[in-house]
């Protein structure tokens, strides 16, 4: 793993060499992240009583023009994931039924940092953009919330997950569109992405729960030339 993110950042100093005296373009983008766990193993309680979670992500990025067509865009953002399991039943008391159940949401924070190709079209000023890539991401923390009800809701004290419990180091492939359009000085862009880990949530091997993140974005964001 510490040989994988030496390598992923040396691509970073390399494109900083090459494209020196390329337009670069920085930004601001913010948007929703519609995250959820991809189970694999014996998870089929899991795969019943799991959905998703949406959470806001704030980010900056930059993007280094190679040609006319093409750009290398790269960042860091700040992202909530994980997935929401609820478990929901009736008990029928003096012949009416009372809903009773559980709802816990697990997250864990994120600092994502993606590396993408980006190839650009269209007319005019307004240009469409397909990308592809991958990226690095540092789990900064986790806790599950949970929430009873018994007629009516209430939160339940939040448990945090030390850090040491799971995955922090995590790499993600990662595909996109989307579209920029001059605005003042700079451009806006709104793009859609999908991203999958490569790598399971929990470290641990001795139990079959291969528990992957994954997710839909969308975003918008505003970028000027230097």
Sequence with gaps: MRHSLITFFAIFGLLG???????IDAGVRTGVFI??????GNTEVIDQVSSS???EQLGVFGEYTL???WTIKTGATYVKKGTVLSYDES???GGFDIPVGIRAKYQSEHIDIPLTAQYYFGYNDTKYFVSAGGGYSLATGA?????ATALFGFNLPEISIPTDDINTSIYYGTIGVGI?????????????????SFESVIPNTIIDLDMKNKGYSVGIGYAMSF
Excluded at 17 to 23: G, H, L, R, Y
Excluded at 35 to 40: E, F, P, T
């Design 17 to 23: 060499i090459t494209t020196s005296q390329a337009q």
């Design 35 to 40: 995250s959820n766990i991809d189970h694999r």
């Design 53 to 55: 979670m949406i959470s």
């Design 67 to 69: 040609s006319p067509s």
């Design 91 to 93: 008990i029928g008391v």
């Design 143 to 147: 806790s599950i919330r949970p929430q």
């Design 180 to 196: 920029s359009h001059p605005v003042g000085p700079g451009k806006i862009i709104g793009e859609v992405g999908y991203q999958n």
